[in-house]
């Protein structure tokens, strides 16, 4: 199957900056949607972008503004860059794609932002 690799994460101040990525296997990237997710200790994980096959992008609330996600299907990679960023950033972010009725999902990368 598909096969989804996160990379990018680690500890930074508030207000700083990072950039995920997320590495696919296989030939349907390019007509997959992809999402990135994240998960606090304690809580539900939430949607923080989505982009589809087309280019259609939406964000949660909580980071519009701050977070542009994008994708390079000749690299079959699907980007989040994230500045100004806030201690309630501090999550493991997760890869999503899904095509098919089937979901596929990264190992995740853990962000620590400090305040």
């Known amino acids: 199957q598909v096969q989804l690799v996160e990379s990018g994460g680690g500890l930074v101040q508030a207000g700083g900056s990072l950039r995920l990525s997320c590495a696919a296997s296989g030939s349907i990237f390019s007509i997959m949607s992809m999402g990135w997710y994240r998960q606090a200790p304690g809580k539900q994980r939430e949607l923080v972008a989505h982009i589809t096959s087309i280019g259609s992008i939406a964000y949660a609330d909580s980071v519009k503004g701050r977070f542009t996600i994008s994708r390079d299907n000749a690299k079959n990679t699907v980007y989040l860059q994230m500045n100004n960023l806030k201690p309630e950033d501090t999550a493991v972010y997760y890869c999503?794609?899904?095509?098919?009725?089937?979901?596929?999902w990264g190992q995740g990368t853990q962000v620590t932002v400090s305040s």
């Open positions: 999503k794609g899904s095509k098919f009725g089937n979901e596929y």
